[in-house]
């Protein structure tokens, strides 16, 4: 069964400093997709990236950056000289590839980051 | 600029009130889906519709129902509010399921009395 674990509930660290955020994953499927979103308190889930499960790149995007380590089921999201902006709950989900077209996406529970001035 | 728009922003309803979310997306997306969001619990999928008329349940369908009588418009149904149906709703979108980028509405703020 897919299930999506991200064991940070609340993290707090003060601006410009770097932080990550965890993400362990299970699935049995050997092609699936991950996915992380930001939720800023205006409430609606903005996309940030996926990945595709054959493709463990690290990526990079400004201040952005994932990890994938398929090794150890991992889909880790650092922001480096982290800014207040970035204060918002963060969500790792997961899809798996299905021959229907019933598939879905399971989310984590959430890392709720701070940014403190 | 993609959009999907959920009716209301914050709703209070009474215990036993039939209550219906609205939710619009102009992508044309074949795909439709509604959420809840509770603290400590992430967001729980409570169906999904990948084409109109066409609805599955997700992992709390229990308490709700669901309507796609047009592509772009999926509406949550609450037949009979309770107090534990209090929450943040969130209607969401893709192409092709989920596998592609999901775009989601604000959310709908429900409180049952």
């Known amino acids: 069964a897919q299930k999506v674990t991200q064991a940070q509930t609340e993290i707090s660290v003060v601006e410009k400093e770097d932080v990550t955020l965890d993400c362990v994953y299970e699935?049995?499927?050997?092609?699936?997709?991950l996915f992380w979103y930001k939720q800023p308190p205006s409430g609606e889930l903005v996309f940030l990236i996926r990945?595709?499960?054959?493709?463990?790149q690290n990526e990079i995007s400004g201040r952005y950056s994932w990890n994938f380590q398929k090794s150890t089921s991992s889909f880790n999201f650092t922001i480096t000289a982290s800014q207040v902006v970035d204060s918002a709950v963060y969500f790792c989900?997961?899809?798996?590839?299905?021959?229907?077209?019933?598939?879905?996406?399971?989310f984590g529970k959430g890392t709720r980051l701070h940014i403190l001035p | 600029d993609v959009k999907v728009t959920q009716s209301s922003r914050y709703l209070v309803k009474r215990t036993g009130e039939k209550v219906f979310l609205e939710c619009v997306q102009d992508m044309d997306h074949e795909n439709m889906f509604w959420y809840r969001q509770d603290p400590g619990l992430g967001l729980r999928l409570i169906y999904f519709s990948y084409d109109v008329k066409m609805k599955e349940k997700g992992d709390i369908p229990e308490g709700y129902s669901v309507s796609r009588e047009k592509k772009e418009r999926f509406s949550l149904i609450l037949e009979s509010a309770s107090t534990n149906q209090t929450s943040m709703y969130l209607c969401?979108?893709?192409?092709?399921?989920?596998?592609?980028?999901?775009?989601f509405g604000q959310g709908t703020r429900l409180t049952v009395v």
């Open positions: 990945r595709n499960s054959f493709d463990e």
């Open positions: 699935t049995r499927d050997t092609t699936y997709y």
């Open positions: 969401a979108s893709s192409l092709w399921g989920m596998n592609t980028e999901a775009f």
């Open positions: 989900a997961l899809s798996e590839e299905l021959l229907n077209r019933d598939d879905k996406i399971i």
